[in-house]
Nanobody, 128 residues
Framework: QVQLVESGGGLVQTGGSLRLSCAAS????????MGWFRQAPGKDREFVAA?????????AYANSVKGRFTISRDNAKNTVYLQMNSLKPEDTAVYYC????????????????????WGQGTQVTVSS
């Protein structure tokens, strides 16, 4: 059974940076498309970023984070990252990573329904 564990959240001032990590168990991490989602209090969970399986050549971002956030993966470490720069108070949320097990090669799924496994989340708070 695959498990995902996020880390790297915390409290940061507006304009600051954080890097989230998501470590996955299992031997076939490279075959998973990976995504980051977030959920702010009182709001629905929303897509943040996704990266395709294997080489991670393809990426996708929500418009609200494009140019500020970067998703990447290290298959040797079974880890996906989310580098967050120029953080804003509206980025405050619990951030979740997710894995899609059987999607097509090169896909960057943006719908939560595509994902098969979720982490427990890590809190990111951006103070104004």
């Amino acid at each position: 059974q695959v498990q995902l564990v996020e880390s790297g959240g915390g409290l940061v001032q507006t304009g600051g940076s954080l890097r989230l990590s998501c470590a996955a168990s299992g031997r076939t991490f490279g075959s998973y498309a990976m995504g980051w989602f977030r959920q702010a209090p009182g709001k629905d969970r929303e897509f943040v970023a996704a990266i395709s399986n294997w080489s991670g050549r393809a990426t996708a971002y929500a418009n609200s984070v494009k140019g500020r956030f970067t998703i990447s993966r290290d298959n040797a470490k079974n880890t996906v990252y989310l580098q967050m720069n120029s953080l804003k108070p509206e980025d405050t949320a619990v951030y979740y990573c997710a894995a899609e097990f059987l999607g097509p090669t090169g896909a960057t799924p943006v719908r939560s329904e595509n994902y098969d496994c979720w982490g427990q989340g890590t809190q990111v708070t951006v103070s104004s």
